[in-house]
């Protein structure tokens, strides 16, 4: 057995970059790291009480977190932003106040930007998502897997790998499967690849979706 790495972890400081950017004591750095996790949580639950949405994406590709000593700036970089907006006009003013009473930063500004990605299926968290909605409404593992490469390859990729592991369509083992189509060379330091794991809860019990997609060699 090869020994497994994660793609965006083994490429921070070449082709990817760090998705926090903030200065920290060592006594503090454990706190910060907890204030980042509570602030995503909190903007990916209000998105998923407050937007319905039928295909089951809510089309969150990334959240950056910039932290200076009197601001928090979070920038949201979503596929669909037209859901948080016109779903909810006062939406982010809304969800600025749920995450300061979370956080009790009385001292600091908290700022939120969202960003739109242009090609939504070039990002394999929205890819996962699409995958796991197709998989809630019982549609084959298959089926759903050969129409996000579809989508993928729509978006402009060199290439794509999708893997499924659990009890697939109900079956009593476990299993693992997988598709890829087009290069995704995983061992290129200099190779972009944007990684993603993904976990849906199904009727049948818990399935692990991993998606890798080849952007670019730079």
Same mark, same amino acid.
């Given at each position: 057995?090869?020994?497994?790495?994660?793609?965006?972890?083994?490429?921070?400081?070449?082709?990817?970059s760090?998705?926090?950017?903030?200065?920290?004591?060592?006594?503090?750095?454990?706190?910060n790291?907890?204030?980042?996790?509570?602030?995503?949580d909190?903007?990916?639950?209000?998105?998923?009480?407050?937007?319905k949405?039928?295909?089951?994406?809510?089309?969150?590709?990334?959240?950056?977190?910039e932290?200076?000593?009197?601001?928090?700036q979070?920038?949201?970089?979503?596929g669909?932003?037209?859901?948080?907006?016109?779903?909810?006009p006062? =939406?982010?003013?809304? !969800? &600025?106040?749920?995450?300061? +009473?979370?956080?009790? *930063?009385?001292?600091r500004?908290?700022? %939120?930007?969202?960003?739109?990605?242009?090609?939504p299926?070039?990002?394999?968290?929205i890819?996962?998502e699409?995958?796991?909605?197709?998989?809630k409404?019982?549609?084959?593992?298959?089926?759903?897997m050969?129409k996000?490469?579809?989508?993928?390859?729509?978006?402009?990729?060199?290439?794509?790998?999708?893997?499924?592991?659990?009890r697939?369509?109900?079956?009593?083992?476990?299993?693992?499967e997988?598709?890829?189509? =087009?290069?995704?060379? !995983? &061992?290129?330091?200099?190779? +972009?690849?944007?990684? *993603?794991?993904?976990?849906?809860?199904? %009727?049948?019990?818990?399935?692990?979706?991993?998606?890798?997609?080849?952007?670019?060699?730079?």
């Amino acid at each position: 057995m090869g020994q497994k790495i994660n793609p965006v972890g083994f490429r921070l400081g070449t082709t990817q970059s760090h998705d926090s950017l903030w200065f920290a004591q060592r006594t503090n750095y454990s706190e910060n790291l907890q204030e980042d996790k509570k602030i995503r949580d909190c903007i990916k639950n209000y998105i998923q009480k407050n937007i319905k949405v039928s295909s089951g994406v809510e089309g969150i590709g990334q959240i950056k977190i910039e932290k200076r000593i009197d601001l928090i700036q979070v920038i949201i970089y979503m596929g669909f932003p037209k859901l948080l907006i016109e779903g909810k006009p006062r =939406g982010i003013e809304e !969800l &600025q106040i749920n995450i300061q +009473k979370k956080l009790n *930063c009385v001292n600091r500004k908290f700022n %939120i930007a969202i960003t739109r990605i242009t090609n939504p299926y070039k990002h394999p968290n929205i890819l996962a998502e699409f995958i796991a909605g197709q998989l809630k409404n019982r549609v084959s593992f298959r089926k759903a897997m050969k129409k996000a490469i579809e989508l993928t390859e729509q978006a402009g990729t060199k290439g794509v790998q999708v893997q499924i592991a659990g009890r697939i369509d109900g079956k009593e083992i476990a299993r693992v499967e997988w598709i890829r189509e =087009g290069r995704v060379p !995983l &061992q290129t330091i200099q190779a +972009k690849i944007d990684y *993603c794991s993904y976990t849906v809860r199904t %009727i049948y019990g818990v399935l692990g979706i991993k998606v890798w997609i080849f952007i670019n060699k730079e």
